[in-house]
């Protein structure tokens, strides 16, 4: 069973940064491709960034694009949002996602329903 625990989440100004954390486990197969999601209330969740395992390709949403950046610790099965020049609009609860198959695929998708397992959210405040 694939579990993701986040941690990183808080409050800060515009303009100010944060690292969010995912530390998976249970991956039972070698490739896996690991993303970030967002969630305001009343809106559908939508996707940030992702990479995978093999390569390191990543893909991240217009809106983020140049300002956060997706990585991650193969060794230690982590991943990392390094988020800067945060704005209001990124308040959101931050979900990682997790999606492993048997062969590499290539490039991340953003779309929610390609993933298959889900932390438990942490929270992100950005004031202006």
């Known amino acids: 069973q694939v579990q993701l625990v986040e941690s990183g989440g808080g409050s800060v100004q515009a303009g100010g940064s944060l690292r969010l954390s995912c530390a998976a486990s249970?991956?039972?197969?070698?490739?896996?491709?690991m993303g970030w999601f967002r969630q305001v209330p009343g809106k559908e969740r939508e996707g940030v960034a992702a990479?995978?395992?093999?390569?390191?390709?990543?893909r991240y949403a217009d809106v983020v694009k140049g300002r956060f950046t997706i990585s991650r610790d193969n060794a230690k099965n982590m991943v990392y949002l390094q988020m800067n020049s945060l704005k209001p609009e990124d308040t959101a609860t931050y979900y990682c996602?997790?999606?492993?198959?048997?062969?590499?695929?290539?490039?991340?998708?953003?779309?929610?329903?390609?993933?298959?397992?889900w932390g438990q959210g942490t929270q992100v405040t950005v004031s202006s």
């Open positions: 249970g991956f039972t197969y070698r490739v896996n491709y």
């Open positions: 996602a997790a999606k492993q198959v048997p062969l590499w695929y290539g490039v991340p998708t953003l779309a929610e329903a390609q993933y298959d397992h």
């Open positions: 990479i995978e395992n093999v390569v390191g390709n990543a």
